[in-house]
């Protein structure tokens, strides 16, 4: 069985302040060609990149004001995907329409939306307190997987230890499920050279393609925040936005930016540990698990409703 390679949920396109006020951006998300794009007043959107005029790349084209103009003959769209002017005499084509993607600006972040079916969100991401934080510090890694698995490994314990020589690692509560969202807590103990600390994580997962992990260092009495944040692109190739986050210290910003950089360096040393596994690991339906994996059967069962097509297997064999 091959997962469908596009979950429905939130999706971080990029940092926010990536896209400045003017700005449009040509991206493949989802397999689809997008526009994304922030308007003069400040918002962002994101719309398929297909003109319906003569199938020029809207993500080539220009914001003017509150509208994205088409490179090709100038024909401009409204936030609803309606054409609302061109450079003709007579009225606008009423059948002139590109479909929009939901966005939120979020936690430092543009989240897109996607369904394969089209449907509105029928969920959020929720805003974190940003007081006393910094915004995330990103890193992008391409390549072949699927945002199941990476999510995947938040709850697989196995892998701490076999994979990032991490130990001592138990689950401190038990897996929670709450619709759309998921709350896994552990610790172990991390090393570095001849140092160790025992470490805390809550990892905060929502969807497939957002989660945020809170660690706590006890011994050091520090705190960051980790996050994971995959996302379809194309050709069975996801993009997975790695972030951390500090708080303000008795040196301020400085201290902040110290900190976000050397857990950002930390967090790609292990996820390039994990990478050549994804890149060629096959998702077996019905694995065969043992008793230290972790919960990743509960994990999957609560995964399956991000693909309405699995929903509707289900629904026609019962």
């Not at 926010?16 to 700005?23: H, I, P, S």
């Not at 997987?145 to 994979?163: I, K, M």
């Not at 520090?222 to 190739?237: A, D, Q």
Request: proline letters at 7%; glycine letters at 10%; aromatic letters at 10%.
């Amino acid at each position: 069985m091959r997962l469908p390679e596009r979950p429905t949920g939130w999706f971080a396109a990029c940092a926010a302040g990536d896209l400045k006020r003017g700005d449009v951006q040509s991206r493949r998300l989802f397999g689809e060609s997008i526009a994304l794009y922030r308007t003069e007043s400040g918002r962002v959107r994101a719309s398929f990149a297909t003109c319906p005029h003569l199938g020029a790349n809207l993500g080539r084209g220009t914001v003017c004001g509150e509208y994205l103009q088409c490179p090709f003959h100038h024909f401009a769209f409204d936030g609803d995907g309606k054409c609302v002017d061109t450079p003709y005499d007579g009225p606008v084509p009423r059948q002139a329409r590109v479909r929009m993607l939901e966005v939120r600006e979020r936690n430092g972040l543009i989240l897109v939306w996607w369904d394969d079916e089209g449907r509105a969100p029928s969920w959020e991401v929720p805003e974190h307190d940003q007081q006393g934080w910094g915004l995330p510090r990103l890193k992008c890694f391409r390549f072949k997987g699927h945002p199941q698995d990476t999510t995947e490994n938040s709850v697989d314990l196995g892998h701490f230890a076999t994979v990032h020589g991490f130990s001592g690692v138990e689950m401190t509560e038990r897996l929670q499920t709450d619709g759309p969202e998921m709350t896994a807590r552990y610790r172990f103990i991390h090393h570095l050279g001849p140092a160790a600390w025992n470490v805390e994580f809550t990892a905060r997962v929502f969807g497939l393609g957002y989660s945020l992990v809170e660690v706590h260092i006890p011994k050091l009495g520090s705190r960051v925040r980790l996050f994971v944040l995959p996302v379809p692109v194309e050709n069975g190739e996801i993009e997975l936005r790695l972030g951390a986050a500090a708080p303000d210290g008795p040196l301020g910003r400085l201290q902040r930016s110290i900190v976000s950089r050397a857990t950002l360096w930390l967090l790609a040393r292990d996820a390039n540990q994990d990478i050549p596994i994804w890149k060629e690991r096959v998702y077996l339906e019905r694995p065969v698990l043992a008793r230290g994996d972790g919960p990743i059967g509960p994990y999957r069962r609560w995964a399956r409703q991000f693909y309405p097509s699995l929903q509707t297997q289900s629904s026609e064999v019962a």
